[in-house]
């Protein structure tokens, strides 16, 4: 018998063998009790008659396993059920078969930390949470695997301290977040580390004294502010360095 007759011949055992291994729980399949509760394994179909779910069932809690569907027949989703159904960890997929997202599920709400991917499946943020709310530090990445921010959270509330960084990895802005506002000192910086402005919010918006700076940390201008609305303007440059500032916008 050559190779390729062997292949074959291998392929075809294979394939009975699991035709008999599944063929008894394929004809129980999709059951309920004498209660109307789901038992045993069950394989889902939309009415088009394509995969939409698998998994198995004790007195109608899922247990185990269940893959999810998507119309084309990927896998969108894999929920591995423990502790009586109560927990499960969470995987989901883009259609190109990427990571979408990993993370827990308690009583069907999100639960612990998530991370979230993109279609490449390089990680785009980290999410924690309890009872199906952001409670605790929040990152989001660049694509290089840099953090781009940190934010709190307090039930589905931003609160604490909040930073962004540039993608060299310095510091960007930071300020101080109360029940989903910005209040406070708030700072934002250049690419060297120096301040680039800096002032207070009041209900997310600027309030009081905003002092702008150049990259050398000389102040540039100052700005006031009453909840958003700018009251006056003060230049501290001097008119030769305006002037050549306007010289270098016409020629952009």
């Not at 929040?138 to 931003?158: F, H, L, M, P």
């Not at 960084?165 to 700072?187: P, S």
């Not at 000389?218 to 030769?240: A, C, Y």
Request: glycine content about 8%; charged content about 25%; hydrophobic content about 25%.
């Amino acid at each position: 018998m050559n190779t390729h007759n062997k292949s074959h011949l291998k392929k075809l055992v294979a394939l009975l063998f699991v035709c008999s291994f599944f063929s008894p729980i394929h004809k129980a399949q999709n059951t309920t009790d004498a209660k109307g509760l789901k038992q045993g394994y069950w394989n889902v179909k939309t009415k088009e008659g394509k995969p939409h779910f698998e998994g198995a069932f004790n007195n109608n809690i899922p247990t185990g396993l269940f893959t999810y569907y998507y119309e084309t027949g990927k896998p969108k989703m894999k929920m591995n059920y423990f502790n009586n159904g109560k927990n499960a960890y969470v995987e989901m997929f883009h259609e190109n078969g990427k990571k979408m997202a990993k993370g827990k599920y308690t009583n069907q709400k999100r639960d612990s930390v998530w991370n979230i991917y993109d279609e490449n499946e390089l990680l785009l943020s980290q999410e924690q949470y309890l009872n199906g709310k952001k409670n605790g530090t929040c990152k989001e990445y660049y694509k290089t695997g840099q953090v781009a921010e940190i934010k709190n959270y307090e039930n589905d509330v931003q609160v604490g301290e909040w930073k962004q960084y540039f993608e060299e990895g310095t510091i960007k802005c930071e300020g101080t977040y109360n029940n989903g506002f910005l209040e406070g000192k708030t700072v934002y910086y250049f690419p060297n580390g120096q301040p680039s402005a800096q002032g207070t919010h009041k209900h997310a918006v600027k309030h009081g004294v905003w002092t702008y700076y150049k990259m050398n940390g000389m102040v540039e201008s100052r700005d006031t502010f009453n909840l958003g609305k700018q009251k006056n303007v003060r230049l501290d440059i001097t008119k030769e360095e305006l002037e050549e500032i306007r010289k270098n916008q016409k020629e952009e």
